[in-house]
């Protein structure tokens, strides 16, 4: 089975950086997915990490330590549209989502 | 670009009334996904299928079924409605992770808001 941790809420400023954790426990691994949400929206894909190390994507970059089962998705320059659910999810044969980090951006 | 197409956008339904969500992709994906998001949650997989055929159950199959006659086509049928099943249903799909290039990551639908009341 999968286990997935998340931080329920984020509060953070515009213009700062914000890390958001994810930690795992999973009998298979095949991948790790950020995915953002905003409210009353589907998700959409942000990263993807197979190896260990670092994706960079602009302001997004995801982490991966598979030995660690933790990953991290970091957002730099942050905009009041980064106001979001951001969902983290492992892959093996299937995809599990965890409980999601919802990010509020104050000004 | 249809991508993966969910209907009905919204439907509310009576205790005991039956109903399908219909889910279309145009994208040849093979693999397929039911999930459902409770408000202020994340998703939980319901019913997933790895190709025409081929069905199998997620984390919270019980009171849906489902059916894979065709690539593009994956219904998720209610037979008994209940009020614990009122959520927001998404389907997603997805193509084999290949390569450096391929992620395999999932196209979602927009979403199927069902009230059973």
């Known amino acids: 089975g999968q286990n997935i941790d998340q931080p329920t809420e984020m509060t953070a400023t515009e213009g700062a950086i914000v890390q958001i954790n994810c930690t795992y426990q999973t009998s298979g691994f095949n991948g790790l997915f950020w995915y953002q949400q905003h409210a009353g929206e589907a998700p959409t894909f942000l990263s993807y990490?197979?190896?260990?190390g670092l994706e960079e994507k602009g302001r997004f970059s995801s982490f991966l330590s598979r030995s660690k089962g933790y990953s991290y998705l970091l957002l730099k320059e942050l905009q009041m549209k980064d106001s979001a659910s951001y969902l983290c999810?492992?892959?093996?044969?299937?995809?599990?989502f965890g409980t999601g980090t919802r990010l509020t951006i104050i000004p | 670009n249809a991508g993966v197409t969910q209907t009905p956008k919204f439907r509310i339904l009576k205790i005991g009334q039956s109903m399908t969500l219909q889910c279309t992709q145009d994208m040849n994906h093979n693999y397929m996904y039911w999930y459902r998001q409770d408000p202020g949650m994340g998703l939980k997989l319901i019913y997933y299928?790895?190709?025409?055929?081929?069905?199998d159950k997620g984390e919270v199959p019980n009171g849906y079924n489902v059916s894979r006659s065709t690539t593009e086509d994956f219904p998720l049928r209610l037979e008994l409605a209940a009020p614990s099943q009122t959520s927001v249903y998404f389907c997603a799909s997805s193509s084999p992770r290949q390569g450096a290039t391929n992620t395999g990551e999932l196209f979602f639908g927009e979403g199927s808001r069902l009230t059973v009341l």
């Open positions: 990490n197979v190896l260990d």
């Open positions: 299928s790895v190709g025409a055929g081929i069905t």
């Open positions: 999810a492992v892959r093996d044969e299937k995809l599990t």
